[in-house]
């Protein structure tokens, strides 16, 4: 997926105590849906940012590791398994001038690599003007390339991708999957929920099946976004795309009452348009050189696929039908579903 600024200023993080620079000039963007994610065991994740942006959770900042500057490594906060670190000793990293605990570097096998900044020890400096504005739905769409749903996994001890490697359902898959998961049953109210066949049943439909009454009439989950046709009048969940930059879910022309479920545009695009992923009558382009290529399509997982249990319980947590005594109970049996093979 390529990098687009949020609009805004460009800005720097800086030291609260000192003043000093302590990151590259940055643009904001979404807060990736896998940015909490844990997966698998001995895993090697990529970097979670990319570079130049950062993305922000409450009053927490994450940028790319390669984006940190004028900081250096605490030696006795090195908290983390086999493979680096993990942040569970607190902020790791310091001001290289003042010596300020400002950031916490993770990069622990099964954890995505990232710098999440400590909020009351940094603070925004915005440089120059505003940056671009966010673009436009159309544009972004046409722009964009679908995630694929399954792709080689890597253990941290592999040194290249013949050795050490299988092939799996997407990590950024599994975690889009356990926030939409929440936003489909926070919306249900404990009813049946019914999805388009193909893919997005094979991701979600066993799932709902499993968490809801089997009882009364089942609502009714669609596709919508860009390019797709108008939404059917009877559904009443929309499953929609999360703009990369702004973070604002894709919404029918004239409002809808029905409740939208986000997912990252990636993982929409392979939804809605299987591959070769494309819109139907998107505007005059040059296919990407991923569509030009003549390679075999990728091996199928052996196995169902799984929703991120702890991107799901973060997510249902932060909504406001998680007090209700259903879905605490769905909470509660958590790790029996995963140990099922649900999650």
């Known amino acids: 997926m390529p990098s687009f600024p949020a609009g805004g200023h460009v800005i720097v993080f ?111 400096h915005a440089l120059g003007d505003a940056g671009p504005a966010p673009l436009p739905w159309a544009d972004l769409t046409a722009a964009a390339v679908g995630t694929p749903p399954y792709e080689p996994i890597a253990s941290w001890g592999g040194r290249q991708l013949g050795l050490y490697h299988w092939w799996s359902w997407s990590p950024r898959w599994e975690a889009a999957a356990g926030r939409a998961l929440a936003h489909l049953l926070a919306a249900s109210g404990g009813r049946r929920v019914s999805v388009p066949h193909g893919l997005t049943a094979e991701v979600f439909q066993r799932a709902l099946d499993v968490l809801l009454s089997a009882d009364g009439p089942a609502l009714h989950a669609a596709l919508a976004g860009p390019y797709l046709p108008a939404p059917a009048t009877d559904a009443d969940l929309l499953l929609v795309p999360e703009h990369p930059q702004t973070g604002e879910t894709w919404a029918p022309p004239g409002g809808t009452s029905a409740y939208l479920v986000p997912l990252p545009l990636g993982v929409w695009l392979w939804l809605a348009f299987p591959e070769p992923h494309l819109p139907a009558d998107p505007p005059p382009q040059v296919l990407p050189v991923e569509l030009l290529r003549d390679d075999p399509p990728a091996p199928r997982p052996g196995h169902l696929f799984r929703i991120d249990a702890g991107v799901f319980r973060h997510t249902l947590l932060r909504l406001p039908a998680a007090c209700d005594p259903w879905l605490r109970e769905v909470l509660e049996h958590l790790p029996t579903y995963a140990r099922t093979g649900l999650f």
């Not at 942040?87 to 990293?93: A, F, R, S, V, Y």
Request: net charge negative.
């Open 14 to 124: 800086v030291c609260a105590g000192c003043g000093a620079e302590l990151t590259a000039p940055l643009s904001q963007v979404a807060l990736p849906a896998h940015a909490h994610q844990k997966y698998g065991n001995g895993v090697q994740l990529p970097v979670l940012m990319e570079p130049g942006t950062f993305a922000v959770e409450s009053e927490s900042f994450v940028i790319a590791p390669g984006d940190a500057r004028g900081t250096v490594l605490i030696p006795d906060k090195s908290s983390g398994y086999c493979c680096g670190l993990d942040g569970g000793d607190g902020p790791n990293m310091a001001c290289e001038v003042c010596g300020l605990p400002v950031a916490s570097r993770i990069d622990d096998c099964s954890l995505w690599q990232a710098v999440w900044l400590t909020p009351n020890a940094v603070r925004r």
